[in-house]
């Protein structure tokens, strides 16, 4: 078969060109469209282009670079321990400076593909900070017999701090701007009617992923509601083209939803059209740890490790459990005392809250908290219930008028939270796990979903340390089945971690709007959520979601009963490779 060259012309007959052979021929014939209209695809301007992203993170690595040598230079000249002039130091931060830059791009820190992967970017950033280290010590080696290792050695640490600080930061701004709609890539959905409905779903329950998708590519057109805002744009016979003339820079294909020779013709068609490809193998839940290249016969075929709980594992996260939850509570007494007075003195009602969750192989238990809200809480549900932003079984009312003041900075806090550790060293949750679910949740839960039950639910887990704010239960039902079929020691420390991070988080954001609402006064109002367009999620975080994200605590039990709402980060399980 002669070489082909793409072009952007409509028709198959023109976009494959020169001359082609009989059997090349009846191939490109066979793609031609049947029926389907292949009309252009007009994409939604685009609020943000890529390179803004690339030109942001590489000032931001400049500034890291510049103020890490900076520093370290400028106290290596006042300790003595380097001889130099301030000319010749700037120019060398300069130099420094180009030369990290030039690394890092190298190195592909500047590609989503490769600084997705949080482990990857950090073994790279401590390779680059390394690499200019040892240039500095190799410099100072050529002008003086003894350098001293101090300064390029702090240099090193500092860089390696700044870049593991900032990097993060930049991450879960750009995720906050693509639930915005910002800095989006423009994408098409290739496979089945089954598999694209998948796909759709994904996408929309993780808008921080920053896929907007905008046509699909079937066989048939569905009638799925989840479809009903992306175009059909062609068959698999026909989808190149038409991913091509639309003007798409990605397209995600359901490898399982498409016959062999359709796939490789499509994904060659692309990439040879510079269209970014993400290819899904069909497999859900399962965690990228466990996958492994493993091709045979130059076909690229992969083996996936079974997760085996292992005794020696589930010592070793109840170990975890009892050792964590006895330190938290000794070191958070005077905490949980002081928010107990200040429940107390603000209405004279009761501090905790008690309530019946479903526990490890169904088994109810009860869980205890410090109450923040109001308490006729329970009196008016049935008034607010209309207003519940959440799908599926779960309740989350946004604004809730029922928090009291202190509650709402105990769940800005996550401070609430602190009786339940009790209920760890007892043995009827775990610090890491499922959220426990409500009774009447687990009710409406379908059979593979209650798999959930073969562990112990947890204070925090994946869903509240990755979408707390999310309104989709699929999410929700997604990464409980997730955690259940991949759970370690060490995606429970990178879990707890993120936690941590995300407490500080709230706990910020939470002092933020106090002070805004101090200087705008008028803006305190209760304000609805208003409907938002399809792969743009609404940020807002009313009266802030405590960390055990309980969307439907309306339970019928205790005096002093109380309402609970949820609590996210960006991609934890990427933490797993430092950690487990």
């Not at 000032?59 to 130099?84: H, P, Y």
């Not at 994904?267 to 965690?287: C, E, P, Q, Y």
């Not at 107990?340 to 008690?354: E, H, L, S, Y």
């Not at 609402?517 to 792969?535: D, I, K, L, Y």
Request: aromatic residues 6%; positive net charge.
């Amino acid at each position: 078969m002669q070489a082909h060259r793409l072009t952007r012309r409509s028709g198959w007959t023109r976009a494959i060109e020169p001359t082609l052979a009989d059997g090349d021929r009846q191939a490109v014939q066979a793609l031609e469209p049947t029926g389907v209209e292949s009309s252009p695809v007009q994409l939604p301007e685009p609020t943000s282009k890529p390179v803004d992203l690339r030109r942001r993170l590489i000032g931001l690595d400049a500034i890291c670079i510049t103020a890490s040598w900076s520093l370290a230079f400028t106290f290596g000249m006042r300790s003595k321990l380097i001889e130099s002039t301030a000319p010749r130091l700037i120019i060398e931060v300069i130099a420094l400076t180009a030369l990290g830059l030039l690394l890092t791009s190298i190195f592909g820190l500047y590609r989503s593909r490769v600084s997705a992967t949080r482990s990857t970017t950090i073994e790279r950033q401590v390779l680059v900070a390394l690499i200019l280290g040892s240039t500095v010590w190799a410099v100072e080696r050529l002008g003086h017999p003894h350098p001293t290792i101090m300064v390029p050695a702090m240099g090193t640490i500092m860089l390696i701090a700044l870049l593991l600080v900032m990097r993060p930061c930049f991450d879960a701004w750009v995720t906050l701007q693509r639930r915005r709609g910002l800095f989006n890539r423009p994408v098409a959905l290739v496979g089945g009617i089954a598999e694209v409905e998948h796909l759709a779903d994904l996408l929309s329950a993780h808008p921080q992923l920053g896929y907007r998708a905008f046509g699909y590519v079937s066989e048939t057109k569905s009638t799925n509601p989840c479809l009903s805002h992306i175009k059909w744009i062609g068959n698999h016979r026909n989808g190149a083209e038409a991913i091509l003339e639309s003007g798409a820079t990605g397209a995600i294909i359901a490898a399982n939803g498409m016959s062999s020779d359709d796939l490789n013709l499509m994904v060659r068609t692309l990439h040879n059209a510079g269209v970014h490809v993400h290819m899904s193998s069909g497999l859900s839940r399962i965690g990228h740890r466990r996958v492994r290249q493993l091709p045979m016969a130059h076909e690229p075929f992969f083996y996936l490790e079974p997760n085996r709980a292992q005794p020696a594992a589930m010592a070793v996260k109840r170990t975890l459990d009892v050792f964590g939850a006895v330190i938290v509570l000794i070191v958070t007494a005077p905490i949980t005392l002081a928010a107990a007075a200040c429940i107390k003195i603000q209405d004279g009602g009761p501090i905790f809250f008690r309530q019946v969750r479903i526990g490890r192989h169904g088994n109810q238990i009860m869980i205890r908290k410090l109450r923040t809200m109001h308490v006729d809480a329970e009196s008016r549900l049935e008034e607010l219930e209309s207003k519940n932003s959440r799908t599926g079984p779960l309740f989350k009312i946004p604004n809730d008028p029922r928090v009291t003041r202190v509650g709402r900075w105990l769940r800005a806090s996550s401070i609430d939270e602190l009786p339940q550790l009790i209920n760890v060293i007892e043995g009827s949750l775990s610090l890491v796990g499922p959220r426990p679910a409500l009774p009447d949740e687990v009710a409406q839960f379908d059979s593979e979903h209650l798999t959930r039950q073969g562990i112990r639910p947890g204070i925090t887990g994946l869903w509240q340390v990755e979408a707390r704010h999310n309104e989709s239960f699929y999410a929700y039902r997604q990464l409980d089945l997730f955690y259940v079929e991949n759970w370690s020691p060490g995606l429970d420390t990178a879990i707890l971690i993120a936690t941590i991070l995300v407490l500080i988080e709230d706990t910020l954001g939470s002092l933020k709007r106090v002070k805004t609402r101090r200087r705008h006064p008028s803006a305190t109002g209760q304000q609805q959520r208003s409907t938002v367009e399809p792969f743009i999620v609404d940020p807002t975080d009313p009266a802030q979601d405590s960390m055990n994200s309980n969307p439907t605590d309306n339970e019928q039990i205790a005096p002093d009963a109380d309402l609970q709402t949820p609590s996210e980060l960006t991609t934890v399980t990427e933490l797993t490779t430092m950690t487990g």
